[in-house]
């Protein structure tokens, strides 16, 4: 139970005992109901004080040792549960002598009734009160998710308004996106300078669109964008309109927008809008009329908002195929930015930006490690710098070094060392040789990246060794040999195990799964059959910055196809195989000698991969010992 949980607790507890304690001091004691003759018995027998005679009606207190002669069985046995003195209460009746028996049995009584109002309130309204108290800390702590006000404001909009000092943010400290820098240098000039573009009866677009694949920069760009024109910034995410209730996200949408007209000029930044803008009509669930009225309400307010006034819609998605048409037409999101991952040069600009306040080694180059960094984002390079730093400190460095990016990238890229994973000598065997295989195909193909470093040492949950390749430049297009080759080198390690110990292992299945992945792109979607022709056999809507599974869509096309496409992938992967056993064979020696040099050390580097490879170097001037290569 945590801490919050436990808090709530004992205030319920704590007020269960104030009842208790208010019941016991302030509430009114047992009330015995007598009947007249026993309450003259009573009176005789000395057992009544304090009586008070109104309205027909005499009250007063009660002892109850000795009354077993006066009152029932029943009667005795509840005054004994209760104990003590006790209230008593009879109706009186036409009786002259009764004021004389009072005086002669000495007992103290009056006619005018004793006020009870206090006891009665406390009795009463105080529980209601302390039942309306723990019910309302309930809703307040229920509802805190819902805003701060809990429960009663659950229709305010939770945009946290940021200001130029709090966000800290300028187009200085974004980089490597410079293409999208400037689209909305506009945006912040029209904040800055609106008179700049009334004069001639220009309107700035009333939305703008930030599309990009995660952890490129597209919160980042509106805070500095924000920052940039000093004005307020009021950011929340699509999903925190949507809520269990109907009608709340689109009261959410309007009080927004009224907060956006009060702060103008300002920004008001969507971020993952996809949430909110889901096209309508598509994949119906349960709470689809919720969700098509908070986006009715959002479409309907960005029509009714005057850009002249000041206020820039902007919003962030990496899914812009699934928005709604009505959300990105002209009017509304007037312009799209697209951030696409980082090039070379943006990479290393993201890393400069980055390691301003980390301290490096003269040996580091940013250079170097943008370019064996393809496809990162600006979040995957900022976590790269962290992770290199957080291994200089743990090693007590007075700089962070070279080879701190280097176990960086790996722990990234391949998963984390673990060096205490024992392997038996004939499975370091297989791997060895598997890895070898992989490195001195792509040594043997002009189309492939360089090999950078190859490994034995088993890394993540699964992977017992790897070989690291790095491109020389970035590419956008592959040609169908650069495939073909990327194939050779994906099937070097699964024919190397074949041809050294005549048997497989199991560990190219990886390996498998991405060569027939790609020789099947090769054919559905690129074309690149001969026999299929130019055609693309594959309908499945492809995410433009996600990387993941598609929903499945019935196939558009022959059984007969579909059998051509199948026996269209086993000829790619039959020729890459012969063509990879050549090659290998051809090699043997290279591979045997790289092989023994992993078992050895474990590690192989560029330098000694160039020694290895070299013409000029034979392979016995590497001291490497001989292993086995075949299973004893």
Known sequence: MDKKQMFSLWYVLAALVGM?????FFAPRHTQTLT???FKQALAAGKLDDVVIADGIATGKLRAEGLDQILPKDKLEALERAGGEHGFATVLVNDPGLVAQLDVAKVRYGSVRESKWLGALISWVAPALVFFGIWWFLMKRIGGGMGHGGLMEIGKSKAKVYMQTETGVTFKDVAGIDEAREELMEVVEFLKNPDRFKRLG????KGVLIVGAPGTGKTLLAKAVAGEAGVPFLSLSGSEF????????AARVRDLFEQAAAKAPCIVFIDEIDALGRARGVGLSGGHEEHEQTLNQLLAEMDGFDTNRGVIIMAATNRPEILDPALLRPGRFDRHVAID??????????LEVHVKHVKLAANVDLAAVAARTPGFAGADLANLVNEATLRAAKHDKPAVEMSDFDEALDRIVAGLEKRNRVMNPMERRFVAFHEAGHAVVAEMRKNTDRVSKVSIIPRGIAALGYTQQSPTEDRYLMRKSELLDRIDVLLGGRVAEKLVFDDVSTGAENDLQRATDMARHMITHYGMSESLGLATFDARPVPLYLNGPTMPEPRNFSERTAEAIDSEVRRILDEARERVTETLTAHRATLDTLAALLLEKEVVDRSMLDRLMSEQVAPAQLRVAAVPVRPE
Do not use: A, C, H, W
């Open 36 to 38: 007249y003759s026993e």
């Open 242 to 249: 949507v809520e269990m209730f109907v009608g709340v996200g």
């Open 341 to 350: 991952r980082p090039d070379l040069n943006g990479r290393r600009q993201i």
């Open 202 to 205: 220009g309107k700035i677009p």
């Open 20 to 24: 208790i304690l208010l019941q016991e």
